[in-house]
């Protein structure tokens, strides 16, 4: 039988399927709405896989690390909406996915995304609605050191960093959470890239202060911003949130210590979210029901 375009919206509207897969659906039980809402919720892959273009931006970071500081874990969990990344779903399957990462060390998403892991998570988006993906996970160990970690309250900051030659898990959460709120680039000023170097000197070159000055004296300017961009940027270098007196470098080697490095997951960093034109989407859906009716 021909399937009406109203009968295509009401099935679209109550699974949030596409039209296609709606129409298709309908085609095969001649029309009977709850028919295809059964035999579609029997193919529980149709919904997980229609969410997959949609961008997950939103989500929350986590972190474990061993009782005896001796690695731990970093892993980001993205959803499409804030609301979700509340959802006590969607945090146990963040719960499980670091009990796994931790369990095997994983340093990639590819370490733990088995069958069992990808049917858990196309379950959960079939259930919530949105596109649900395991983005990073990123693995820290002490090698003779140790490791501290701090996750921010909302959830969508992580930083695990890892110490050596002395210190405390305390002193490493310390760090950690001056990192989490200060967010700088690199450990140590020589750390810095070159071409992050060179394209400050660029920047600086092109001020409005350094026109018409003798090359010497653009030189010794840029020496003296570049020097200063360097100590802004690395983590040694900073004032500690907690007390601004001292820098983060100085705390950490008043315990003897010194920091090998840093790991820090923010929420959704790096990635471009798609701009939807609703209006545009609704005219092509219009268009299409017409001229499938």
Known sequence: MAVS??????????????????????AETDGDIDAAIENLRKASGLKAAKKADRTAAEGVVAAKVADDGSYGVLVEV????????????????????????????????????????????QALVQKIGENIGIRRITLV????????????????????????NGG????????????????????????MPEDVVNKEKDIIKAQPDMEGKPEQIVEKMMTGRINKFLKENSLVEQPFVKDPEVTVG?????????????????VGEGIEKKEEDFAAEVAAQVAASKGNA
């Open 5 to 26: 375009a109203s009968l295509v919206k009401e099935l679209r509207e109550r699974t949030g399927l596409g039209m296609m897969e709606c129409k298709k659906a309908l």
């Open 78 to 121: 993205n959803s499409e909406t804030d609301f979700v990344a509340r959802d006590a779903g969607f945090l146990a399957f963040v719960d499980s996915v670091v009990e796994k990462a931790f369990a095997a060390k994983a340093a990639d998403v590819a370490a733990i995304n088995d069958e069992a892991m990808e049917s858990t998570r």
């Open 141 to 164: 160990e002490a090698d003779g050191g140790l490791v501290g970690a701090y996750v921010h309250s909302n959830n969508r900051i992580a930083v695990m960093v890892q110490l050596a």
């Open 168 to 191: 405390s898990v305390e002193l490493a959460k310390d760090v950690a959470m001056h990192i989490a709120a200060v967010n700088p680039q690199v450990v140590n000023p020589e750390d």
């Open 250 to 266: 100085a705390l950490v080697k008043k315990e003897g210590a010194s920091v090998v490095s840093f790991s820090r997951f923010e």
